[in-house]
C-alpha cells in the first residue's frame, strides 16, 4: 500500500497526519500505526492523527499513541490537526470539530492555533502530586533539579505505580519560574518516554497550579523542551472553564512511504 502523509509538529510533540476523510486507511491494524511512528523503521512520531468528516462538525480526529493504540485527547495534536485541516482548505479561520473526548473549538492566524480544551471540574491534591484528567490523565509533581534527572525513570515508575498500574497516567513534572510562568517536562504514556511537548499536561500543570496558589494569573506561561505553549482559563467556583491551549503548529514534510 502507498499512503500519502504528513508531518506535523508543536514545540516539538510530533505527528504522522494522514487525510483519511475517504476511510481508507486501515484504523485497526496496530502494527501499521506502531511501524509508521516508529523513528528508525519509519516516519517517526509521538503519535498518528487521522481526519475524518464528521456529521455535525468541521472534521474528526482520530488520535493514536506511538505504541498503534488509540488514546484519550491529544492537546498538541489537537492543534496539529487544526493547522492541517486548514492546509487542507477543510477550514479557515476557526473551526469546531470532533475528538474523542468531545467537540472542540479553535482559532489560527499565521500557524498559531488557539485550542479550546474541556472543562475540568476535579482537581485532586494529594500530600506530593495533584492529579487531574484535561482529556488525557495527568500525574503534577513539583521537582527542583528539573534540569538533571532521569525522567524516563522516574516517569515509568510512577505511570506504573498505584494507583495507576496498567491503565496509567501521564507524569508531568514542575519547576516554578515567576507567578505565571513554570517549567515542564513530560513522560507520556504510550509513547513510555519524555515528549518534548505534551498539550494536555501543560494544561494539566497550569490548573494544578493555580488550585495550589502557585499562581493567582488566569494566564500561564509554560516552558517546555520543544519551546512555549500558553494556557488562559477562567474559574467558576471549583471548576475550570474557557480554558484554551495556544502555540505555534507547523506543517515539517510531507511524502508517501511504502507499507
Do not use: W
Not at 37 to 62: H, Q, S, W
Not at 183 to 201: A, K, M, P, Q
Not at 205 to 216: F, I, P
Amino acid at each position: 500500500m502507498q499512503l500519502s502523509f504528513y508531518k506535523y509538529q508543536g514545540t516539538g510533540n510530533d505527528f504522522v497526519l494522514i487525510d483519511n476523510r475517504q476511510l481508507q486507511f486501515p484504523k485497526n491494524d496496530t502494527k501499521l500505526i506502531n511501524h509508521l511512528c516508529d523513528r528508525k523503521f519509519g516516519i517517526g512520531a509521538d503519535g498518528l492523527i487521522l481526519l475524518e468528516t464528521d456529521n455535525l462538525y468541521d472534521f474528526k480526529m482520530v488520535y493514536y499513541n506511538a505504541d498503534g493504540n488509540e488514546s484519550t485527547m491529544c492537546g498538541n495534536g489537537g492543534r496539529c490537526i487544526v493547522a492541517f485541516a486548514n492546509y487542507l482548505g477543510v477550514i479557515q479561520y476557526e473551526t469546531t470539530f470532533m475528538a474523542i473526548d468531545g467537540k472542540h473549538y479553535a482559532t489560527i492566524t499565521n500557524d498559531i492555533v488557539d485550542l479550546q480544551m474541556q472543562d475540568v471540574s476535579t482537581v485532586e491534591q494529594h500530600e506530593d502530586h495533584v492529579f487531574l484528567d484535561t482529556g488525557s490523565p495527568h500525574h503534577v509533581v513539583f521537582k527542583e533539579e528539573i534540569e538533571q534527572f532521569d525522567i524516563k525513570k522516574e516517569g515509568a515508575a510512577i505511570r506504573y505505580g498505584a494507583p495507576y498500574f496498567k491503565e496509567g497516567t501521564n507524569v508531568n513534572f514542575v519547576k516554578k519560574i515567576s507567578n505565571s510562568e513554570f517549567r515542564v517536562r513530560t513522560y507520556e504514556r504510550g509513547v513510555e518516554d519524555e515528549t518534548l511537548s505534551c498539550g494536555t499536561g501543560v494544561t494539566a500543570v497550569a490548573l494544578a497550579m493555580n488550585s495550589l496558589q502557585e499562581t493567582n494569573s488566569n494566564e500561564v506561561t509554560l516552558q517546555v523542551e520543544g519551546g512555549t505553549l500558553y494556557v488562559s482559563f477562567q474559574k467558576e467556583g471549583t471548576t475550570y472553564t474557557n480554558i484554551f491551549l495556544k502555540g505555534k503548529a507547523t506543517q515539517v514534510f510531507k511524502g508517501e512511504i511504502t507499507c
